[in-house]
C-alpha cells in the first residue's frame, strides 16, 4: 500500500491536469453521443451527430438575431412576488431566490430591443431553466411591456417561447396572464406591426394555449414538442394510442398549427426575410 500510495499516486496525480472543467462533453440528450463543448457553442447548441436541438441560454439567443449582437434589455415591471405565499417541498419565494440565483436573471422571461438586419425589433426570450420557464404576473408583464414597446417604437416584435405553461405557484394569477397577454398582442396587430412566434422545446400548457399560438408567422424548431395537455395525458383520457411523433414540430406543421419548421442556424434569415417582406415598402 506505501508503495501505491506513495509512489504510484504522486506519479499519476502529476500527469493528470488539476483543473480540467467538469463540463468539455456533453451528452446528446436524444442520440447519447459525446459532444465536446466548444463544438456545441459554434455549432448553436445543435447536436453535430443527429442535429438534435439542445436549450439554448438567453443570451445567446440574442446575439444570434441582433445585429453584431448588439442589444439592450427591457427594464421590466416589477411584481408582487409570492403574492398567495404557496408553499408545497418549499416556498414559492425559496424557488424564486434559487431559480434566480441559477439562471442570474429576475424571471423566466427577457425582452430586449435592437436591430435585425437594420430593422427594429423587440425580442422576448424564455429561459427554460428558471422554473420550466412558467408563466405568472412577472411573465404576464414582460409580454404586455414587450407589446408596449414594440408599439411605441414602431417596431416588430418576436417571442422565443421554451414553458411548460402556468405557473401553478401564482394560482388563479397566473392562468390571468393568459388573457392578459391576449389582449396586449391583439393591441399589436389593430397597430400594423408584425408578430413572429419561435417555438423551442417544449412550448406547453397556458403559454401555448394564448399569445404563442397568436404569431402572424409560427415557426418552430426542428423535433420541438408544441401541445396544451402532455401525450400521456390525452392517451389516458381518449383511451386511444397516438402518433409517435405526436405534438412535434413537423406534426404540426403537417397539420396546419405552425408554418414552418426551421433549423435554428437558418432561423435569423427566415426572420429578416420574412420581416423584410412586411416591413420594406
Known sequence: MSWLTNYVRPKLQSIVPKDVPDNLWIKCPSCQAMLYHKELDQNLQICTQCNYHLQMSTNERLKM???????????LPKVSEDPIKFQ???SYSDRLNDAREETNQNDAIS????????????MGVFN????GGSMGT???EAIIKACDTAIEKNASLILVTASGGARMQEGILSLMQMARTTLSINRLKDAGLPYFVIHTNPTAGGVSASFAMLGDFQIAEPGAIIAFAG?????????TQ???????????RDHGMVDAVVDRRQLKDTIV??????RKP
Not at 448588439?70 to 427594464?75: A, N, T
Not at 425582452?111 to 438586419?117: E, H, N, T
Not at 401525450?231 to 383511451?239: D, F, L, Y
Open 88 to 90: 408545497d417541498l418549499k
Open 242 to 252: 397516438l402518433p409517435d411523433n405526436f405534438q412535434k414540430s413537423e406534426y404540426l
Open 111 to 122: 425582452v430586449a430591443v435592437g436591430k435585425i438586419d437594420n430593422i427594429e425589433c423587440v
Open 65 to 75: 438575431f441582433f445585429d453584431n449582437g448588439m442589444y439592450e434589455l427591457i427594464d
Open 273 to 278: 426575410r420574412l420581416n423584410n417582406l412586411v
Open 138 to 140: 412577472a411573465v404576464g
Open 128 to 131: 427554460f431553466n428558471f422554473m
Open 231 to 239: 401525450k400521456r395525458v390525452i392517451e389516458q383520457t381518449i383511451r
